[in-house]
T-cell receptor, first 117, second 108 residues
Framework: GAVVSQHPSRVICKSGTSVKIECRSL??????MFWYRQFPKQSLMLMAT?????????EQGVEKDKFLINHASLTLSTLTVTSAHPEDSSFYIC?????????????FGDGTRLSIL | DAKTTQPPSMDCAEGRAANLPCNHS???????VYWYRQIHSQGPQYIIH???NNETNEMASLIITEDRKSSTLILPHATLRDTAVYYC?????????FGKGTLLTVNP
């Protein structure tokens, strides 16, 4: 089945640091990838839709200058949390749309736990 | 995207069938119903999806009511490893909306 790999799995860094998270589709090409954020004991919230070769589409309330998304190839999307602060600490998860046809499921990475000190 | 409603928690005995309900009364005619589960500190795992007809795969069965306003995910023989939060989502693979899900606890 389709596999999505996310790296790193965990990041701990100081306030003010920028952190880059990678999302790769390992055995298929993904023109569309999605970035979610999940706070403890809460559900996944879609942050943005990443489109290969074009600008990402951000959900309402998500700062595009804070969360930079780049989808430069058909197998890689990156999320950069710029000047991270403790309130940005969360579980960040990416997914990629299965290219097998319309309405095929999204496949998720294992997530990145970001802790800002 | 359809809004979904699920019970916050359910218990099931190991080896028994687990039936997880989901209401999605606002689902539109071309939106599929997707089920995922999330084990603590991992990404969601796809389980099954369907539009109108009941579906079955190696993991589970999906029963969708005729009016498509609700569905039930069935794990035929639950194991301890099936303990997870189960999410149903009405939408398309272009955009999924996750509710709070159901925490299924499988007890020995």
């Amino acid at each position: 089945g389709a596999v999505v790999s996310q790296h790193p799995s965990r990041v701990i860094c100081k306030s003010g640091t920028s952190v880059k998270i990678e999302c790769r589709s390992l055995d298929f090409q993904a023109t569309t990838m999605f970035w979610y954020r999940q706070f403890p004991k809460q559900s996944l919230m879609l942050m943005a839709t990443s489109n290969e070769g074009s600008k990402a589409t951000y959900e309402q309330g998500v700062e595009k200058d804070k969360f930079l998304i780049n989808h430069a190839s058909l197998t890689l999307s990156t999320l950069t949390v710029t000047s991270a602060h403790p309130e940005d600490s969360s579980f960040y998860i990416c997914s990629a749309r299965d290219p097998g046809g319309s309405n095929q499921p999204q496949h998720f990475g294992d997530g990145t736990r970001l802790s800002i000190l | 995207d359809a809004k979904t409603t699920q019970p916050p928690s359910m218990d099931c005995a190991e080896g028994r069938a687990a039936n997880l309900p989901c209401n999605h009364s606002t689902i539109s005619g071309n939106e599929y119903v997707y089920w995922y589960r999330q084990i603590h500190s991992q990404g969601p795992q796809y389980i099954i999806h369907g539009l109108k007809n009941n579906e079955t795969n190696e993991m589970a069965s999906l029963i969708i009511t005729e009016d498509r306003k609700s569905s039930t995910l069935i794990l035929p023989h639950a194991t301890l490893r099936d303990t997870a939060v189960y999410y149903c989502s009405g939408g398309s693979n272009y955009k999924l909306t996750f509710g709070k899900g159901t925490l299924l606890t499988v007890n020995p």
